[in-house]
């Protein structure tokens, strides 16, 4: 099974096979599995698929879904869902984005996740927070 679905928390709403039945109806993802099963084309002139042709050397199929190393290709019909997961702690732009890397993938993500971010009003309002000062110790008297 993908990393991903052995390591998600369990009210992740998606499985493998979910992700699976989705890429296969996604054009692009369709034809990016087909290229990384037959060979790519020295070059690729669809705007849609070069941001995967850049990564071809490092793309991967397993049990129909598609793997950048070793995170999975999330389907464009899956990404709302994927990013409203991601965003629910609301830990901001910088930890959403290291989360995220860790077990997904698609052209967009830095700027999906930071368009959410700084449209969210709760994370609008932490953002500048000062830090929590540091507990302070007690000198003891001499």
Known sequence: EILLMAESPNDFPFDAEKIAQNTL?????SQVIHYVQ??????????????YWLHRSDLSVQNDC???????????SMRAPVL??????????????AVARSYVWWPTLNDDIEAMVNGCEKCLENRH??????HEWIMPAR
Do not use: A, E
């Open 25 to 29: 109806k996604d054009t692009t993802l």
């Open 38 to 51: 037959h060979g790519w084309p020295m070059k690729v002139n669809n705007t849609d698929l070069r941001p």
């Open 66 to 76: 598609l793997l950048l190393g070793c995170r999975v290709v999330i389907p464009d």
């Open 84 to 97: 409203h997961v991601l965003h629910k702690t609301h830990t901001g732009i910088v930890l959403t984005k």
């Open 129 to 134: 927070m000062p830090p929590k000062t540091n």
